[in-house]
């Protein structure tokens, strides 16, 4: 596509589904919220502030044409808000109750047609922004595997909105017959909605591969241009064995990532190297004859038939790496896609502990009229924290949701202009705040 192609692309997607809210104030503070129910620190570029409370682990924000904020609570169901003059949140309703859904959430450009994913189903309701009410229900894909990974993202494809892309994670930390695309799992695939059968397409059987060897690809938008960036989390408890001697690995590696996903139009059949090569955070970690770099691929047992320049050659590497055991939630780009921010949910198995923070990493508009990071992909500097627990080495996660810190998630830019909606799914309190760059 020529830049100037690319540039009419560009603006036609940004109108797509664009909210007609008016620019609402920053609030100091909101009558009815509690304060931050665990201790922050904000860069100091930005401002903190506690949007809501009293919510059930807040796990994705989306907003609809008139600026009504819907939240997808795991456990609840999903809630719908609207704001007052004053920036604070003037009403609340729960919208969808139950029904297990946890995670996925996405709307329609034209805010007509909402989506939401249990473990094993998602659905489709028709959706007034209006009055901020849904109807007629729809099964539009089944039939999902289970296992540890019990969340599903959902994505509607702005530039088509019949296609919808519905995420799998592994079943295990090492889905070893995830490798396999029928199986289902490690996968993000890709549903034309309008063609769905009356029960509702089978996952495993139905609909195209996006791309698959995606351990647990929690979160994924699209740049002005329409091409996926998605966050990975990556494996656990790691070992390396060289030479017939094991090491373990697993404080530093492998790293968690932020993969090019590419043009949901067009890509197909992609494979980002799970279950058996994996991202190089910490080099140090490894011999000093590997060669290996952050950002390089790696094999945990490398051999003379599979190594680490068998992954190197085939996988797809990620455009940039993060700490291992950052657990990567969402990720959102400002108006203009000059930053993306990714939410750190924070680590279990790793002391000290990591993540429990949103970062913001810098994007560039390349000659061709590509949207890229700035730093290279070898970076371990390619991003800078915005706000987090003061010491996440100190923060404990006992479960997926239990902590002493907030659980971040639910990264979402804010339409009327205010900057960066974040959730915490802690399960003693689902909190939303509003990060602003002064």
């Given at each position: 596509?020529?830049?100037?192609?690319?540039?009419?692309?560009?603006?036609?997607?940004?109108?797509?589904?664009?909210?007609?809210?008016?620019?609402?104030?920053?609030?100091?503070?909101?009558?009815?919220?509690?304060?931050?129910?665990?201790?922050?620190?904000?860069?100091?570029?930005?401002?903190?502030?506690?949007?809501?409370?009293?919510?059930?682990?807040?796990?994705?924000?989306?907003?609809?044409?008139?600026?009504?904020?819907?939240?997808?609570?795991?456990?609840?169901?999903?809630?719908a808000?609207?704001?007052?003059?004053?920036?604070?949140?003037?009403?609340?309703?729960?919208?969808?109750?139950?029904?297990?859904?946890?995670?996925?959430?996405d709307?329609?450009?034209?805010?007509?047609?909402l989506?939401?994913?249990?473990?094993?189903?998602?659905?489709?309701?028709?959706?007034?922004?209006a009055?901020?009410?849904?109807?007629?229900?729809?099964?539009?894909?089944k039939?999902?595997?289970?296992?540890?990974?019990?969340?599903?993202t959902?994505?509607?494809?702005?530039?088509?909105?019949?296609?919808?892309?519905?995420?799998?994670?592994?079943?295990s930390?090492?889905?070893?017959?995830?490798?396999?695309?029928?199986?289902?799992?490690a996968?993000?695939?890709?549903f034309?909605?309008?063609?769905?059968?009356a029960?509702?397409?089978?996952?495993?059987?139905?609909?195209?591969?996006?791309?698959?060897?995606?351990?647990?690809?929690?979160?994924?938008?699209?740049?002005?241009?329409?091409?996926?960036?998605?966050?990975?989390?990556?494996?656990?408890?790691f070992?390396?064995?060289?030479?017939g001697?094991?090491?373990?690995?697993?404080?530093?590696?492998?790293?968690?990532?932020?993969?090019?996903?590419?043009?949901?139009?067009?890509?197909?059949?992609?494979?980002?190297?799970?279950?058996?090569?994996?991202t190089?955070?910490?080099?140090?970690?490894?011999?000093?004859?590997?060669g290996?770099?952050?950002?390089?691929?790696?094999?945990?047992?490398?051999?003379?038939?599979?190594?680490?320049?068998?992954?190197?050659?085939?996988?797809?590497?990620?455009?940039?790496?993060?700490?291992?055991?950052?657990?990567?939630?969402?990720?959102?780009?400002?108006?203009?896609?000059k930053n993306?921010?990714?939410?750190?949910?924070?680590?279990?198995?790793?002391?000290?502990?990591?993540?429990?923070?949103?970062?913001?990493?810098?994007?560039?508009?390349?000659a061709?009229?590509?949207?890229?990071?700035?730093?290279?992909?070898?970076?371990?500097t390619?991003?800078?924290?915005?706000?987090?627990?003061?010491?996440?080495?100190?923060?404990?996660?006992?479960?997926l949701t239990?902590?002493?810190?907030?659980?971040?998630?639910?990264?979402?830019?804010?339409?009327?202009?205010?900057?960066?909606?974040?959730?915490?799914?802690?399960?003693?309190?689902?909190?939303?705040?509003?990060?602003?760059?002064?």
């Amino acid at each position: 596509m020529h830049l100037i192609e690319r540039v009419v692309a560009a603006v036609a997607l940004l109108g797509a589904g664009a909210v007609s809210q008016a620019t609402l104030p920053v609030p100091k503070s909101c009558t009815g919220v509690s304060n931050f129910r665990y201790q922050y620190t904000v860069s100091s570029g930005w401002s903190a502030v506690k949007i809501a409370g009293g919510l059930k682990q807040v796990r994705t924000i989306v907003w609809d044409p008139l600026g009504h904020m819907l939240v997808a609570q795991a456990t609840r169901g999903i809630s719908a808000h609207s704001f007052g003059a004053d920036g604070c949140i003037n009403s609340t309703s729960l919208m969808i109750s139950g029904g297990g859904l946890n995670h996925g959430l996405d709307l329609s450009p034209d805010g007509k047609k909402l989506y939401a994913s249990s473990e094993t189903t998602m659905y489709s309701w028709d959706y007034d922004a209006a009055t901020m009410k849904i109807s007629n229900q729809k099964t539009v894909v089944k039939g999902m595997s289970t296992g540890i990974h019990s969340t599903r993202t959902v994505m509607v494809v702005k530039q088509n909105p019949n296609f919808v892309l519905l995420q799998v994670g592994s079943n295990s930390n090492l889905d070893m017959a995830s490798l396999q695309p029928s199986t289902g799992r490690a996968i993000i695939k890709i549903f034309d909605v309008s063609k769905a059968p009356a029960s509702g397409y089978n996952y495993n059987t139905d609909g195209e591969v996006f791309g698959y060897g995606l351990r647990n690809e929690i979160g994924f938008i699209q740049d002005p241009n329409g091409i996926v960036w998605g966050v990975e989390n990556s494996g656990d408890d790691f070992a390396r064995t060289e030479n017939g001697q094991r090491k373990d690995i697993h404080t530093n590696n492998p790293a968690e990532k932020l993969n090019n996903l590419g043009d949901p139009l067009k890509t197909r059949n992609a494979w980002y190297g799970y279950p058996t090569c994996f991202t190089v955070w910490d080099a140090s970690s490894f011999s000093s004859t590997s060669g290996l770099k952050t950002g390089s691929q790696f094999v945990l047992s490398p051999n003379s038939s599979y190594n680490d320049a068998t992954c190197n050659g085939k996988s797809i590497p990620p455009r940039l790496s993060f700490q291992a055991h950052s657990a990567p939630i969402w990720n959102a780009f400002d108006k203009d896609a000059k930053n993306m921010y990714v939410a750190f949910h924070g680590s279990w198995n790793r002391q000290p502990a990591t993540g429990f923070k949103v970062v913001q990493i810098p994007f560039t508009q390349l000659a061709d009229g590509s949207y890229d990071p700035v730093a290279p992909a070898d970076s371990m500097t390619g991003y800078k924290d915005i706000f987090g627990a003061p010491n996440p080495g100190s923060c404990t996660a006992n479960g997926l949701t239990m902590s002493n810190c907030f659980r971040l998630t639910a990264a979402s830019w804010d339409p009327a202009g205010r900057g960066l909606f974040v959730g915490s799914d802690n399960s003693a309190e689902g909190e939303i705040y509003l990060l602003t760059p002064k």
